[in-house]
């Protein structure tokens, strides 16, 4: 801001910017497009599953006099849209929450090694029915001070897509190391692995590499954004090492803390 005594003694205040070129307002700009694609891509994603929720809604209504048992199958539609919507929602919330600095992350010592543990537990049957074999190489006894939840939330994203981009038969395997200075998480996987280009903005928000398959997957592009803000929370980053049609590894490497 420029102070400016006005001719009449007012106090004008005049903000830099309007002296300066177009130019500079070009980063707000951009800001203010990047936001308002990001509500337009958001609403869109949210009124899909909710077309259905209300097409379904409607057939039952039609069919009152019917016995409920014969409208199941109506009703789980309903109630497997309405959980994709919820975790849908609950993800734009937290993105929301980490625009406005609202995400406050817990630093509390917690046993890494057996978080990995628990994660293999988690998603083995998954990993299973998919015809993914998942194994783990986890180093015993790492402890880490930070938010176990979103470290977790982080976690099984890399392995729900680690599952999801691999094709049968395949293999992923979740690994624990610690190094001199970092912990490091690595999933790697047998996948269908990244080109360059999809490696450079596979961290931005609603991005898919291929929108009709992975739609199919039911991802619908935040996972690894969320993913990516969580660690970056924790001060650490996510590396990718992937070569197409051979696979990809997403490594989490967090700072190692101070246990106190
Ligand atoms: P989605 O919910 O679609 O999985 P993500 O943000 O988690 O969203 O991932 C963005 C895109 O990155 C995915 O749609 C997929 O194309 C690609 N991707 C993520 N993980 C992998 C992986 N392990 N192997 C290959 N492609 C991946």
């Given at each position: ?12 205040l ?34 899909t599953?909710l077309t ?27 109630s ?6 919820a ?9 929301a ?19 990995c543990?628990?994660?293999i537990?988690?998603?083995f ?40 981009y ?15 200075r ?39 592009g ?20 992937s070569?197409?049609d ?15």
């Amino acid at each position: 801001f420029l102070l400016f005594i006005g001719s009449g003694g007012i106090l004008l205040l005049i903000p830099i910017s309007y002296f300066l070129a177009g130019k500079s307002l070009q980063p707000i700009k951009e800001t203010f497009e990047n936001q308002k694609k990001f509500i337009a891509d958001a609403s869109h994603e949210l009124r899909t599953p909710l077309t259905v929720i209300q097409t379904n809604v409607e057939v039952l209504k039609l069919k009152e006099d019917e016995v409920l048992k014969d409208n199941i199958r109506w009703l789980n539609n309903i109630s497997l849209e309405s959980e994709t919507m919820a975790h849908l929602v609950s993800e734009l919330l937290l993105i929301a929450q980490a625009d406005n600095k609202k995400v406050i992350m817990k630093k509390e010592v917690f046993d890494l090694s057996a978080l990995c543990a628990e994660i293999i537990d988690l998603m083995f049957d998954v990993a299973r029915e998919n015809e993914i074999a998942l194994k783990g190489s986890i180093a015993e006894g790492i402890d880490y001070k930070g938010d176990e939840e979103r470290i977790k939330q982080a976690i099984r994203i890399l392995v729900d897509n680690a599952i999801k981009y691999t094709p049968g038969e395949g293999t992923v395997t979740l690994s624990l190391t610690m190094t001199k200075r970092n912990v490091c998480i690595a999933v790697k996987d047998t996948g269908v692995g990244l080109t360059e280009e999809a490696k450079k903005k596979i961290f931005s928000r609603f991005y898919r590499v291929d929108d009709a398959r992975n739609r199919e997957k039911g991802g619908v592009g935040l996972g690894l954004s969320i993913a990516d803000m969580i660690v970056k929370q924790h001060n650490g980053k996510i590396k990718i090492d992937s070569v197409p049609d051979q696979g990809s590894t997403f490594t989490i490497v967090l700072p190692k803390t101070i246990l106190k």
